[in-house]
């Protein structure tokens, strides 16, 4: 079965620190990875999937196959940042979509 | 922006009574989901339409649980009887195809007392 982990619930972290938020998966065969982002009173919102190989809001995210992870990674991070984010990963198909259980991040001034 | 929409925003009933959520995905969208998320965990997939036809329904608990897109068009989530456990935030999505971005609705949060 298909399993996403994201071991941290909360990383708080000051403005202008690098940011890294952890992501796990388990899946056989070659599925396609997201992270998703929830700011406060607003809809949960594609960040950006890892085939795009795009970089959004200054966030990247580097999928490793052999340690099986899709780390959500910035620089310098800021305080609109501060969000709640979902790593989630589908089948090649774009089925079958299996979310983590998130990891709110605090940025402080 | 065209934007997923989703009512009621609140619902409390109690336990063993019916109840039901409606979607309205943006227009052009084929592919509609449901969700649901418990309080502190991530989303997770109940249902999965392309147009009108279920594509995965393996996490629906179809004792209590229906779901219908009889249109293609808007769907319709359905709880009947509803238990304690089914309080949590009831998220729709549709995507252009099942491949393309999945935009969210605002969620149905959903009490059972």
């Known amino acids: 079965a298909q399993r996403v982990t994201q071991p941290e619930k909360l990383l708080s972290v000051f403005k202008g620190a690098p940011v890294e938020l952890k992501c796990n998966y388990s899946y056989s065969g070659s599925p396609e990875l997201f992270w998703y982002v929830q700011y406060s009173r607003q809809r949960l919102q594609l960040l950006l999937r890892?085939?795009s190989r795009e970089s959004i809001k200054g966030f990247t995210a580097d999928l490793n196959k052999g340690e099986t992870s899709f780390h959500l990674k910035k620089p310098f991070a800021q305080e609109e940042d501060s969000a709640m984010y979902y790593c989630a990963l589908s089948d090649n198909a774009g089925n079958m979509l299996t979310f983590g259980g998130g990891t709110r991040l605090m940025v402080k001034p | 922006e065209a934007e997923v929409a989703q009512s009621p925003r609140y619902k409390i009933t109690e336990k063993s009574q019916a109840v039901a959520f409606w979607c309205d995905p943006i227009s052009g969208h084929a592919t509609l989901y449901w969700y649901r998320q418990i309080l502190g965990q991530g989303p997770e997939l109940l249902v999965q339409?392309?147009?009108?036809?279920?594509?995965?329904d393996s996490q629906l608990p179809k004792d209590r649980f229906s779901a219908e897109r009889l249109k293609g068009v808007d769907s319709t989530l359905k709880i009947q009887p509803a238990e304690l456990g089914d309080s949590a935030m009831y998220l729709c999505?549709?995507?252009?195809?099942?491949?393309?971005?999945?935009?969210f609705g605002p969620g149905t949060r959903l009490l059972v007392l």
């Open positions: 890892h085939i």
């Open positions: 999505a549709s995507s252009r195809t099942g491949r393309e971005t999945q935009y």
């Open positions: 339409f392309q147009d009108e036809s279920v594509v995965d």
